[in-house]
């Protein structure tokens, strides 16, 4: 080989050709034996899942509903008119006693004068009747008369006594009637509806005006038919008010409808406050969640059941290996699935991509890095 580069005559440029094709060739054998022996890394997919206990992976119900006073009295006349006055607007603060509406009372004063005159004149035959019976007793005393006839004018004076009465019942009977016409707080409280105005004519009994009376307020939901069954009288709940951030407080269901709203099929649930929120006014919206219902049900996503043969099963991550762990469905509704028994608070189910998945596979969280 050395004999051959001595006996070859290249120029210095061709040396230079000849060491770059050579250098070009060791790189390429270099790459080549290299590539082959790398180290492959290693993927670890991610996972989409739900915690167990959490809003999402559990048995948990959210309503809107509305702040309302436990007591709400809706008042009415108790006597047909025409409403001649309103003294109380929306919002309005009463005390009890306070005149709210009045309506026309002509008519209602005629009936107390008729009334008053017919007292006046039971009052004289009844006078008259007791003359006459004093008379006759006397006579009958002194034999002049028999006693017949001072049983007689007994009678009459008894049965004028019961006019007498008549007439005073319905005189007190029209006094009522003109006190009806004025519409008047029977609790301090907060105007929360106003339905009457000037000029309306009122019928008896319809109700004109609400008030809250002041003291213990309360949360109003609706609950689905489908949903009935999952709540009961006593059971806890958490309530956020939409205006007052990050304020919360706690309740329980008070009174449960025992029937459904024709028009809208569902059941008006009351939800009494242990700690309500000064700041929480009448009207506002809250929110109101139930956890632990009557049953331990956790309700999952359908794309986390991961079936084999006949037995339902789910992927549960722990120290981020998957485990397979059989559970118990008790049926579906649309796209989610509950579980009975198999899991408990805290687990970490697998929700997206379980058929891809091996036992004790390494896989990392959403949000993982």
Known sequence: MKNFLENMHLTKKQWYYLGAVLG???????FTHFKGSEVPQKTIPYVRTVTVGTQTGSNYDVYPGEVRGRYESNLAFQVTGKIVRRQANLGDTVKAGDVLMEIDPRDVN?????????????????????????????????????????????TQLEA???ALNQAKAQYQAALNQLNYTRLTSDHDGVVSSVTG???????????????VQSGEKEVHIYIPENKLASIHPGQSAVIDFWALQNITAEGQIREIAPMADPAT??????????????????GMTAKVSFTGGTSDIVTLPKSAIYQTENTPQVWIVKDNHVTLVPVEIAGYENNSVKITNGLQKGDIVVTGGTTKLSANQEVRLEGEE
Not at 24 to 30: D, P, R
Not at 265 to 282: C, F, G
Request: aromatic share 8%; with cysteine.
């Open 197 to 211: 105005e000037v000029g309306q004519v009122a019928a008896a009994g319809t109700p004109v005006i609400t008030v």
């Open 265 to 282: 099929r569902t059941y008006e649930v009351k939800v009494s406050i242990n700690n309500m929120p000064p700041q929480a006014k009448l």
């Open 110 to 154: 005629e009936s107390v004068n008729s009334a008053r005159a017919a007292v006046s004149a039971a009052s004289a035959n009844f006078l008259l009747a007791s003359d006459n019976a004093q008379r006759y007793r006397t006579l009958y005393t002194q034999g002049a008369v028999s006693k017949a006839t001072l049983d007689q004018y007994n």
């Open 24 to 30: 070009i060739c060791l790189i390429y054998f270099a």
């Open 160 to 162: 004028q006594q019961a």
